[in-house]
Each structure stands twice: as C-alpha cells, then as structure tokens.
Nanobody, 116 residues
C-alpha cells in the first residue's frame, strides 16, 4: 500500500527557513508528479510546488523565489526548502503523489507555523 510520510514541519520565526521532506513507501513505480500543497484555516488547498518524474518544476505564486522543490527518484522522496518565511505561510503542508492512473495519494500533513 502506498504511503506518504512527511517530516520537517514546526515553528519558525518570520524570515526563517524550514525544510520539509516526504518519503513514499510501498510503491514500485515513480509517481508522475510529486509535490507539496498547503491549506490554511478557512482557505482552499493550494499548490506550493511540484516536480514531474523528468524534473519539470512548477511553483505556486506565493512560493516563487522563496521555496525550492527537490525530487529524488532513486529514493522516492520529495523535499521542500522554504526560506524567508512569512506569517502568511502558516498552514498545514501536504505531500502529494500522482501516478496518473487514479486518484492521487496524500500524506497526513505537517504543520508549519511562522510567528512574528
């Protein structure tokens, strides 16, 4: 059974950095797309960053210039390096894997809180 295990969330001050990591277990194939979404209270889930199996990268508007997504197909992992964090980045961050065959897989989420 495919599972996505996230780590690296926590509390950070404005302007600080965090790195989120996600490892996929139980999968024999590389997802077509892996990445990160986030959801803040009262808001819809939104794309943060994603990477295709051939490393085409996509970023949400709020992430451009501050966040970087890394994908490792050998280890079946995807990471998100976040810098210059702002209070508006406070949200639950979810790892995402789409094999392009059926519904995508989601991790349970990790909380990121940015305090001023």
């Amino acid at each position: 059974q495919v599972q996505l295990v996230e780590s690296g969330g926590g509390l950070v001050q404005t302007g600080g950095s965090l790195r989120l990591s996600c490892a996929i277990t139980g999968s024999m194939f590389d997802p077509e797309v892996m990445g990160w979404y986030r959801q803040a209270p009262g808001k819809q889930r939104e794309l943060v960053a994603s990477a295709t199996v051939d490393f085409r990268l996509k970023y949400g508007d709020t992430a451009k210039g501050r966040f970087t997504v890394f994908r490792d197909n050998d280890k079946n992992t995807v990471s998100l390096q976040m810098t210059n964090l702002e209070a508006a980045d406070t949200a639950f961050y979810y790892c995402h894997a789409d094999y392009g065959l059926s519904l995508p897989f989601w991790g349970q989420g990790t909380q990121v809180t940015v305090s001023s």
